[in-house]
């Protein structure tokens, strides 16, 4: 079935380093792929998106590109603060409107 | 201000103890759903509506009911909860088609 998986953390790592965290999705068609953000104690928020192959989403200084030769789509950051320190999710989206999660992965960013 | 409101954001109850978490957006959106976040496997979609009167189980459906009569609103019912139902809750929502979703706050549910 459709299914995202995605690094297991913590990644931890010191203020303005680089990030990766990876993941790569299994789905049938062409879904369109997310990467969510969720701060201590709040609800998700969209952090990027990419809607069709060799797209390239982009906000914060975060960046993802949508490879389906490779079924991926990689979170990257050139310099990490400690304010990026929080849970990050992957997930596709079906034709159905439904959003299929990976299982996150915590970033902690230390001074 | 766009947002999705639950409530309450926390509720400690007993076994057995009927208890409604509601969910409001204010947005317009045709496409509202409910969540469970919980260690290790991420979010996992309970129930979701694509427009009043018309809901649909998700991947995790047992012991849970839902209702859409208003367009806004989609309450989620937990008519016996057990302490397997223990964990985060999120209601989010989207336009027909749209990519974006967006979520409420989250409420931690806590069934002892």
């Known amino acids: 079935g459709d299914s995202v998986t995605q690094m297991e953390g913590p990644v931890t790592l010191s203020e303005e380093a680089f990030l990766t965290i990876n993941c790569t999705y299994t789905a049938t068609g062409y879904p369109s792929l997310f990467w969510y953000v969720q701060y201590p104690g709040e609800g998700l928020q969209l952090l990027l998106k990419?809607?069709?192959?060799?797209d390239k989403g982009s906000n914060k200084g975060f960046e993802a590109t949508y490879r389906k030769e490779t079924t991926s789509f990689h979170l990257e950051k050139g310099s990490v603060q400690v304010s990026d320190s929080a849970v990050y999710f992957c997930a596709l989206r079906l034709l159905s409107r439904k959003l299929i999660f990976g299982t996150g992965t915590r970033l902690q960013v230390f001074p | 201000e766009a947002q999705v409101t639950q409530n309450p954001r926390y509720l400690i109850t007993v076994t057995g103890k009927k208890l409604t978490v509601t969910c409001s957006q204010n947005?317009?959106?045709?496409?509202m759903s409910w969540y469970r976040q919980d260690p290790g496997l991420g979010l996992r979609q309970i129930y979701y509506s694509m427009n009043v009167e018309v809901t649909d189980k998700g991947d995790v459906p047992e012991g849970y009911k839902v209702s859409r009569k208003e367009k806004r609103n989609f309450p989620l019912i937990l008519e016996s909860p057990s302490p397997n139902q223990t964990s985060l809750y999120f209601c989010?929502?989207?336009?027909?088609?749209?990519?974006?979703?967006?979520f409420g706050q989250g409420t931690r549910l806590t069934v002892v």
């Open positions: 990419a809607t069709k192959a060799d």
């Open positions: 989010a929502s989207s336009v027909q088609g749209g990519a974006e979703a967006f």
């Open positions: 947005m317009n959106h045709e496409y």
